[in-house]
Structure formats: C-alpha cells, structure tokens
C-alpha cells in the first residue's frame, strides 16, 4: 500500500530524535525537491497575491476588506473541506454545489413556511445534504458506478429539485438573524481576542504535549524548536487576524463596525473537527489506506463499500453547511443557488491547497487555504476594477498550474519512493 503522508509540507516529517532544528531546515528541501510539498505551492502563491494586491490597491489589506474577503471565502472554503474527503478516494462530487443549494432551500422554507426555528432548520438542512449523499455514495459503491457519472445525474436531477421547491425565477427570502448574522454579524471584540487566546493557547498545548510523548515513548520526533515555531506562526497569524478584525473599519464616522465576523470561527470550528476525524481517528486512516490504495485497504479488512458511501455523506453534509453560509450572505435562497461555477471553485480550492486529485494525499486545511487563494483572487481584482474574464482567466490559470504541480510531485514522490 502507498505510504500516505498526514502532514505535508511539515518540518516535522521523518524528523528524528537526534535532529536539530539546522537538520530539519536542511532535510526539507530535499523532501521538496523529492515532490513532498503539500500545501506549500498555495501558501508561497497566496503570500505573491497578498503582496501584489498590497501594493496595486491600498484598500486591500484594510480591516474592512479583509472582513469581506473572509466572509467571500466561508463558503468556498466548507465546500472544499467536504470534497477533501471525497477526492482523498480518487472519486469526484459534481453535484455537491447544487445539494448545498436544495439544502439551503430546505431549510429556508422551514423557517418560512413551517416557522421552524433556525436550529432545527440547519439541521433539517444538513439531514437533506447528509440523504443525498447517502444515495450517490450506495450507487457508488453498491451498484458499481463511476461517481463522475452518477453525481453528473444528480447535479442536473437536483436543480430540478430547487425548481420544483421554490419556482422558476422565484426566491425565498432568508431574514432570520442567526442565520443571516453567520456572515454579516460580528463577534464582540472581547469575545474575539479570548477566543483566538484560547485558539493560539489550546494549539501551542497539544503540540508540546505530542511532542512530549514522543520522546516519552522513543519515537521519531521534531525539533523541539521546530515544534515552538510551528506554534509561533499559528498564534502570529491567529493574534494578527484578530487584531485586524477588531479595529474598527467602517466607512461611516458615526457607525462603528468591530469584530471578527462568525463565519470565521464557524470554518475554524469545522477545519479542527475535520483534522481531528482525518488525522486522529481510524476511520480518516482507513480514508486514506483506502485512497493510497484500494486493493490493500480491502486485503487489510477494511470495508471499501463503507469508506466510499460515508465519504459522500460526509461531502454532500459540508455541502449543506456551505449552502446555508452562501443563503447567509446572499440573504436569499434562489434557483439557482449553489450552481453555476460554486462547484468548480471548491474542487479548485481543494486541489490549489494541495489536495492531490490522485487520491490518498490531502487535508482538510489544504482546502481553507485553496479556498482563501481562490476568494483573494476574485477579491483582489475586483478591488482593481478589472473584467470578470480576467478572474476567470487567473482563476483557472491557477487551477491549472496546481494540477500540474500535483502530477510532478506525484511523479518524483514515485521516482523517490515516497509513494
């Protein structure tokens, strides 16, 4: 079976006992050279974007524009997260946009035609991602059908759903605050600065504590100094966006806007749950033996048919979630939600964030950080007032050039035996 890396791009890989932090520099680049990149490509690519937008536009690294651009990426970023789990197997989700739209529209017309509320209809949402799942995953895998196929039928099957559930041309309207506050409320900036304390703090502790019981058992280990500034970077990153989030960036001297919006602990909630199934839980290790390779994943007794159908579940779920987010800052819930190219910019963020479209090689923050690459593009050339063409272009330019990279690194992970 492949061997199936869990944390790419990660000084820590391979690293051991007697390694000091010079050695884990040194051995990272051959390991880069030898096609182990991870999601390094996207971060270098989104630190260029950050950069050129910088410096093209003034308003771009404002407080207020950043806000917009998490807000943008909240959605994308769900849906890609979801497909993660999918393209882990080497299978593809073509409908996973449009069960986020009927998801949506389910739980719109319970609140207003039921009076639901808000919780029970997220969660009638998510029950109607969770059954369409469900069935493309049992056609997958019990009758055999190659899920391109079977998820093509239900991408055009399901916006015939909408149609019939809303009306052609007609929208039903999302007012109730919870779910319209996900993307245009804030948390109170207290509340923010001890959630990220929180965040950074609960971080830096299960590292050490990891790291303390690898030496603890005799294991292969990192750096101790690699582990301390894996942390750093993390409460860096997390205390700036913060920081950021909580000055006030609205337009209007006599309104004042503050905070970080709730979509992003929402996401943030979502990428630990998620990381923790891959990465901690047999059944992520079984997705990944599976995905590395099927035939001795089922000689090792795990269940194929099993992995395959909830992998869906799991995808058209995400799907429903990032429909609810999309109805959320839309305020509406249309016929068309969820189509168009909402599909394509999440399988794109996946395979940008270095999610390998091969199968067994992928994580769940590989698609946050495609899914900000991908908003930062339309966000950035919007700001500099450029043809929607021109985002289409650079968009799948990109797309492009992180499937290449997946092929080459693939090819000389292949040549170099790390897979």
Same mark, same amino acid.
Request: charged share 10%; proline share 3%.
């Given at each position: 079976?492949?061997?199936v ?10 690293s051991?006992?007697d390694?000091t ?7 990272y ?8 990149m991870? =999601?390094?490509?996207?971060v270098?690519g989104?630190?260029v ?5 910088g410096?093209a536009?003034?308003?771009f690294m ?11 990426a909240g959605a994308?970023c769900?849906?890609?997260m979801?497909l993660?789990?999918?393209?882990l197997l080497?299978?593809?989700?073509l409908? +996973?946009?449009?069960?986020?739209g009927?998801?949506?529209c389910?739980?719109a017309l319970?609140i207003?035609?039921?009076g639901?509320?808000w ?5 009638a949402g998510?029950? &109607?991602?969770?059954?369409i799942?469900?069935l493309?995953?049992?056609? &997958?895998?019990r009758?055999?059908?190659?899920s ?24 039903v309207?999302?007012?109730d605050?919870?779910v319209r ?5 804030n948390l109170?900036?207290t509340?923010g600065?001890? &959630?990220? *304390?929180?965040? $950074?703090?609960?971080y830096?502790v299960?590292e ?9 058992r005799g294991l +292969?280990?990192p750096?101790?100094a690699?582990?301390g500034?894996?942390?750093?970077? *993390?409460a *860096?990153?997390?205390?700036g966006v913060?920081?950021?989030? @909580? ?6 001297p @006599? ?19 998620l990381?923790f199934v891959?990465n901690?839980?047999s059944?992520?290790r079984?997705?990944y033996?599976?995905?590395? @390779? ?5 000689? $090792?007794g795990?269940?194929?048919g ?7 579940v ?5 799907? $429903?979630?990032s429909g609810?987010?999309?109805a959320?800052?839309?305020g509406k ?9 909402t599909?394509?910019?999440? *399988?794109?963020a ?5 999610t =390998?479209?091969?199968?067994?090689r992928?994580r769940?923050?590989d698609?946050?950080i ?9 966000n ?10 021109i @985002?289409?272009?650079?968009t799948g ?6 499937a290449?990279?997946?092929?080459i690194s ?5 040549v =170099?035996?790390?897979?």
């Amino acid at each position: 079976m492949a061997t199936v890396n869990l944390a790419d791009a990660d000084f820590a890989v391979d690293s051991r006992s007697d390694e000091t932090f010079v050695d884990a520099l040194r051995s990272y680049g051959p390991r880069v050279r030898g096609g182990d990149m991870g =999601s390094l490509p996207a971060v270098l690519g989104l630190v260029v974007l950050f950069i050129v937008f910088g410096l093209a536009n003034e308003r771009f690294m404002s407080a207020l524009n950043l806000a917009n651009l998490i807000t943008q990426a909240g959605a994308i970023c769900v849906l890609a997260m979801g497909l993660v789990f999918v393209l882990l197997l080497g299978d593809i989700d073509l409908s +996973a946009g449009v069960a986020g739209g009927v998801s949506a529209c389910v739980m719109a017309l319970m609140i207003v035609n039921r009076g639901w509320p808000w919780w029970a209809a997220i969660l009638a949402g998510v029950a &109607c991602g969770a059954l369409i799942g469900l069935l493309i995953g049992l056609l &997958c895998a019990r009758l055999g059908i190659p899920s391109f196929v079977v998820t093509l039928g239900f991408f055009l099957g399901l916006q015939g759903v909408t149609l019939r559930l809303i009306g052609e041309g007609g929208s039903v309207r999302v007012d109730d605050p919870v779910v319209r506050g996900l993307t245009i409320a804030n948390l109170p900036p207290t509340t923010g600065w001890v &959630c990220a *304390v929180l965040i $950074a703090g609960g971080y830096g502790v299960l590292e050490f504590h990891r790291q303390r019981g690898k030496i603890a058992r005799g294991l +292969a280990h990192p750096p101790t100094a690699v582990v301390g500034a894996r942390v750093a970077a *993390v409460a *860096v990153v997390v205390l700036g966006v913060t920081y950021l989030l @909580n000055l006030n960036r609205s337009v209007n001297p @006599n309104i004042e806007i503050r905070g970080v919006p709730y979509v992003l602990p929402v996401v943030g909630l979502l990428l630990i749950v998620l990381t923790f199934v891959l990465n901690r839980t047999s059944y992520g290790r079984h997705i990944y033996a599976v995905g590395g @390779n099927k035939e001795a994943a089922r000689r $090792a007794g795990i269940n194929v048919g099993r992995i395959k159908v909830s992998v869906f579940v799991v995808c058209s779920s995400m799907a $429903a979630l990032s429909g609810i987010i999309a109805a959320s800052y839309g305020g509406k819930v249309s016929a068309s939600s969820g189509a168009g190219n909402t599909l394509l910019y999440a *399988v794109g963020a996946a395979v940008i964030g270095g999610t =390998s479209l091969f199968g067994g090689r992928g994580r769940a923050l590989d698609a946050v950080i495609g899914g900000v690459v991908v908003a930062t593009i339309a966000n950035g050339l919007g700001l500099l007032n450029q043809s929607s063409y021109i @985002n289409f272009l650079v968009t799948g330019g990109v797309l492009l050039l992180a499937a290449s990279v997946d092929a080459i690194s693939r090819r000389r992970r292949s040549v =170099s035996g790390l897979s």
